[in-house]
């Protein structure tokens, strides 16, 4: 089993950045990779970024240059930077786990972005 737990989303002001965290607990050797998803209201959930096990990073084109997906092991965490953020970036943003089941999903924060 594996829990995971998003904070740091909140509202800002367009340009603003936002640190998003999440926090990982349960069966962490099992994981893959970590990934940021978004949705928008009447909008599909999207890949924002993808950090492996390995360390390797991804990102959407929307956002790199942008945004930065970092871990830190020692606290079984992993954290999305957000820079000059704009109000389309405004969605709720999931942490997922990739494992060899089904994928693990944390319960989401929402991110607002005004103009």
């Known amino acids: 089993q594996l829990q995971l737990v998003e904070s740091g989303g909140g509202l800002v002001q367009a340009g603003g950045s936002l640190r998003l965290s999440c926090a990982a607990s349960g069966s962490i050797r099992s994981i893959y990779a970590i990934r940021w998803f978004r949705q928008a209201p009447g909008k599909q959930r999207g890949l924002v970024a993808t950090?492996?096990?390995?360390?390797?990073?991804v990102y959407a084109s929307s956002v790199k240059g942008r945004f930065t997906i970092s871990r830190d092991n020692a606290v079984n965490t992993v954290y999305l930077q957000m820079n000059s953020l704009q109000p389309e970036d405004t969605a709720v943003y999931y942490c997922n786990a990739q494992v060899s089941g089904p994928d693990y999903w944390g319960q989401g924060t929402q991110v607002t972005v005004s103009s």
């Open positions: 950090i492996t096990s390995g360390g390797t990073t």
